[in-house]
C-alpha cells in the first residue's frame, strides 16, 4: 500500500503558476507510477498526468497539456505537479496517487489523497 499526502494548494490568479507537491510512502515504491487527478464541484474526476517511476516517461490531459509538468525526487519521496498559465476552470481539488500500470486515463489507480484545494480567479 502506498500512502500519499498532497500540498500546495491555494488561490491564484488566471495566467499565475503555482507547484503542488505529493509526498508517499510505503513498500516497493519503484513498482509504482504516480499521478495527478482533479475534480470541480459537481464535476467528475478528471485524470491530470502520470510520471514513471524513472522520470523518463509522463502523460498529460488534454486539459492540461502544454500547462502543467509532472516531475518527481524519488530520493525525497516526493513528486511535483507544477502549474502555470492557469485558467479559471482549472479551479478543483488536486488528489495524487499511485498506479501500478502506466495508464493514460484515471483506469489503474489504486487510491487516491485527500487532495488539495486550488482556485483559480479570474
Known amino acids: 500500500q502506498v500512502l500519499v499526502a498532497e500540498s500546495g494548494g491555494g488561490l491564484v490568479q488566471a495566467g499565475g503558476s503555482l507547484r503542488l507537491s505529493c509526498s508517499f510512502s510505503?513498500?516497493?515504491?519503484?513498482?509504482?507510477?504516480m499521478g495527478w487527478s482533479r475534480q470541480a464541484p459537481g464535476k467528475e474526476r478528471e485524470f491530470v498526468a502520470i510520471?514513471?517511476?524513472?522520470?523518463?516517461?509522463?502523460h498529460y490531459g488534454d486539459s492540461v497539456q502544454g500547462r502543467f509538468t509532472i516531475s518527481r525526487d524519488n530520493a525525497e519521496n516526493t513528486f511535483y505537479l507544477q502549474m502555470s498559465s492557469f485558467k479559471p476552470e482549472d479551479t478543483a481539488v488536486y488528489s495524487c496517487?499511485?498506479?501500478?500500470?502506466?495508464?493514460?486515463?484515471?483506469?489503474?489507480?489504486?487510491?487516491w489523497g485527500q487532495g488539495t484545494q486550488v482556485t483559480v480567479s479570474s
Open positions: 496517487g499511485p498506479s501500478p500500470v502506466a495508464t493514460t486515463s484515471l483506469l489503474g489507480f489504486s487510491s
Open positions: 510520471i514513471n517511476w524513472r522520470g523518463d516517461w509522463t
Open positions: 510505503g513498500r516497493e515504491l519503484n513498482k509504482y507510477l
